[in-house]
């Protein structure tokens, strides 16, 4: 039996023109009837590193039986000059998530199988999660994959920085893993305790977007393991980049 979890990520490849430029993770979520593709927004564009793709593909399963058969979905990144995802700021500046609609009627025909987080997923902010809650990181470290069946990996993690805080004032939180480049945009879940509305399919806790890898500024790198810590932006965040 294939863990729906599995089916919620897919592997994202950058693109400019037809030159291939880096691997990220990216997961689906679902407002409503509109369908989006959630990752970090330097995966669609970094200014500091001249990453300017300007479109993405995703891989996408054809039959739940044969997980082998899969198609590949290209996703302009502008229309008219124009970007076409969704990104958000807050008081700190600028927030490590984006968003870009997904057209339901390129996954009817032929169809594909895919499930998709939903309001339904997300944290309660009134049930605690403590330091060191056991957590999962989904996605495509390096582009490492299962690239027959087109699956990611996991990765475990635990909560390493209070839960519902805004870390240094900016809006995640810290996760203890081990990750790589190819990880971001992939979303971070713990086990859901209790049955309920958005956990029949996939009894999971949608918690935060991983986005990069945290280290001490007075870190010496010759003396010093890094830290091994990761920020993870709270996933209330897609309330609002997919409103309207």
């Known amino acids: 039996m294939t863990e729906n979890l599995l089916l919620t990520t897919t592997r994202i490849l950058t693109y400019d023109r037809q030159r291939a430029l880096t691997n990220a993770s990216g997961f689906f979520f679902e407002r409503g009837p509109r369908l989006f593709l959630v990752t970090s927004r330097h995966v669609l564009i970094d200014e500091p590193t001249t990453h300017f793709p300007d479109r993405i593909e995703i891989d996408l399963h054809m039959d739940r039986?044969?997980?082998?058969?899969?198609?590949?979905?290209?996703?302009?990144?502008?229309?008219?000059?124009?970007?076409?995802?969704?990104?958000?700021?807050?008081?700190?500046?600028?927030?490590d998530v984006a968003v870009i609609e997904i057209d339901r009627k390129a996954l009817v025909e032929p169809p594909v199988t895919y499930y998709a987080f939903s309001?339904?997923?997300?944290?309660?902010?009134?049930?605690?999660?403590?330091?060191?809650?056991?957590?999962?990181?989904?996605?495509?470290?390096?582009?490492?994959?299962?690239?027959?069946?087109?699956?990611p990996v996991v990765r475990q993690a635990v909560n390493a920085s209070q839960f519902g805080l805004r870390f240094q004032g900016?809006?995640?939180?810290?996760?203890?893993?081990?990750?790589?480049?190819g990880?971001?945009?992939?979303?971070?879940?713990?086990?859901?305790?209790?049955?309920?509305?958005?956990?029949?399919?996939?009894?999971?806790?949608?918690?935060?977007?991983?986005?990069?890898?945290?280290?001490?500024?007075?870190?010496?790198?010759?003396?010093?393991?890094?830290?091994?810590?990761?920020?993870?932006?709270?996933?209330?965040?897609l309330l609002t980049l997919t409103a309207g």
């Open 170 to 181: 900016a809006g995640y939180f810290l996760t203890d893993a081990r990750t790589h480049r």
């Open 65 to 95: 039986d044969n997980l082998a058969d899969s198609r590949v979905l290209s996703i302009p990144l502008y229309r008219n000059r124009k970007s076409l995802w969704r990104q958000g700021m807050d008081g700190a500046g600028e927030i």
């Open 119 to 151: 309001k339904e997923s997300l944290y309660d902010p009134a049930v605690p999660v403590g330091i060191g809650t056991p957590m999962l990181v989904v996605g495509f470290p390096l582009g490492f994959h299962d690239g027959l069946h087109h699956m």
């Open 183 to 237: 990880t971001s945009g992939a979303p971070v879940v713990m086990r859901a305790s209790t049955e309920g509305p958005g956990t029949e399919a996939i009894p999971w806790v949608l918690l935060g977007v991983h986005s990069a890898r945290v280290d001490a500024g007075t870190r010496d790198l010759k003396l010093d393991e890094a830290l091994g810590l990761n920020c993870a932006w709270y996933a209330d965040v």
